[in-house]
Structures are given as structure tokens and as C-alpha cells.
């Protein structure tokens, strides 16, 4: 297995409000670990939210104190508690400082356990599978948009270009019921996985996506393509990128 990561402020933007990690070797009792997290708030701190989001879900894990005890059955329980704990601090510091409230961030993580890919998400960062069939997205979009979509109040090709696409509905820092999904996959045919945030996948349609994931190269310059090619179409936000290639 490899992978590459990378982040970019893009074209427009003043600062980058995303954030990444990836380990491919064991953090705490995962076997490895790959997080996405884009803040939102502007001027609120996003980017201090999708940092300091990622830094508490790590140090959680990495510290757990019970690790000895950890079976690959209890992965995803641990992930998921985990991107509760960084929802906590992120509420946290909102409260404590009036320039960080109303701060919040997606959080889109997976593990690769095996024949296993197990993943947790809040927000609208996006798992994406590429298997010989072609691409397939993983993770729910938790946004307005996504929710209107689905319950057929609009159109795919409105949602496409609807105003408010980019209002999500979930996302760490949120006072309120704060769930996050879980889900476990089989590998079976997966070939290699991407992470992003939506300054890739608004620039790029899922075609084009496909045609850079499953060209050649390294995973390092696949993953550099990607975030190249979303500056060229205009680069409107910040594009964060993880690829992960299990069986190529």
C-alpha cells in the first residue's frame, strides 16, 4: 500500500483553512490512519478548527489508554469516538474565545484494515473508491444541497450548480446533536481510494477525477495532477487531496 497527500491554498483564497494527515504505519492501535478536515468560518478561525480537530482526534487515539485491548472489531468504535472528542474541543475553544466562534470543520477519515476499509465523516469532504468498474463515493454529503437532492426537491443537475451546495449540515464545533457516520466496507476490488476536500471536487467532475486517479504515475504525482488541474479550473477554494493505492 502507498500513499501521498497533499494541500493547497488555491487560487482565490487568502489562507488555507484545510488540513491533512495520513500515516501509513500504526497510530495508536490503528494500523494506519488518513484524515481530510476543511474548516469553515472565515475570520472565525476555520483553519484552526480543521487543525486543532485533526491534532486532538490523534492524540486520542494515540494515547488511548486501554490500546492493548483494541481488536480490529473495535476500529471504528475508536474513530468515531475519537471525532467526538475533537468536536468537543473544538466547541471548546469557540466558547472560550469570541474570535473562534461559529468556527467549525468537516472531518473525513478512514483506516485500512486487511480486506477492510473502515471510515468516519462529518461534513462534505468526500471518500471516493476506484475499482475496474470506475468510481464510486463512499461518504454522504451532509449538506443542504445533498438533502434536497435526496428527498427530490431538486434536479442532480440543479443541485450541481444550486447556490447553496456548500452549506453543510453537520459538521465539528456544532453545540447540538452531533452524530457521526461510520461505515465498513470490503475492499474486494478497490484499487485505490481518494480523500478530499470539496476545492477538488468542485472544480472537477467525477470523469475527470477518474481519468487522473487511474493514469499513470506514482501516487505522489497522481495526487499533485489532481490539485494542479483543480488550480487550472479556477482553483475557488482550498483543494486537499489524499490517494491511497491498495492494489495497484
Request: hydrophobic share 40%; charged share 20%; with cysteine.
Amino acid at each position: 500500500m502507498f500513499a501521498a497527500g497533499l494541500t493547497d491554498i488555491g487560487k482565490t483564497r487568502s489562507q488555507n483553512q484545510d488540513a491533512i494527515y495520513f500515516s501509513l504505519g500504526p497510530v495508536g492501535p490503528l494500523p494506519n490512519l488518513f484524515i481530510v478536515a476543511d474548516g469553515i468560518g472565515g475570520h472565525n478561525a476555520g483553519e484552526v478548527a480543521s487543525t486543532q480537530g485533526i491534532a486532538t482526534a490523534i492524540g486520542y487515539i494515540s494515547n488511548f489508554q486501554v490500546a492493548e485491548f483494541v481488536t480490529p472489531d473495535d476500529y471504528l468504535d475508536l474513530l468515531v469516538t475519537a471525532i467526538q472528542k475533537a468536536n468537543d474541543k473544538v466547541c471548546e475553544m469557540a466558547e472560550a474565545n469570541e474570535e473562534m466562534q461559529g468556527m467549525g470543520t468537516t472531518f473525513t477519515a478512514c483506516v485500512v484494515d486487511g480486506e477492510k476499509l473502515l471510515i468516519a465523516h462529518v461534513g462534505d469532504s468526500r471518500i471516493y473508491a476506484f475499482t475496474p468498474a470506475g468510481i464510486n463515493q463512499l461518504t454522504t454529503d451532509h449538506t443542504y444541497v445533498n438533502h434536497m437532492l435526496q428527498t427530490g426537491q431538486i434536479t442532480a443537475e440543479e443541485a450541481q450548480n444550486h447556490p447553496q451546495r456548500n452549506m453543510i449540515t453537520r459538521s465539528l464545533g456544532s453545540q447540538n446533536l452531533f452524530e457521526v457516520d461510520g461505515l465498513v466496507t470490503d475492499i474486494n476490488d478497490i484499487i485505490t481510494i481518494l480523500i478530499c476536500s470539496d476545492g477538488l471536487t468542485d472544480m472537477l467532475d467525477d470523469k475527470a477525477i477518474h481519468e487522473i486517479v487511474s493514469g499513470a504515475g506514482f501516487v505522489e504525482s497522481r495526487t499533485k495532477f489532481l490539485v494542479e488541474e483543480a488550480n487550472l479550473r479556477g482553483g475557488n477554494d482550498n483543494i486537499s487531496v489524499i490517494l491511497i493505492d491498495i492494489k495497484r
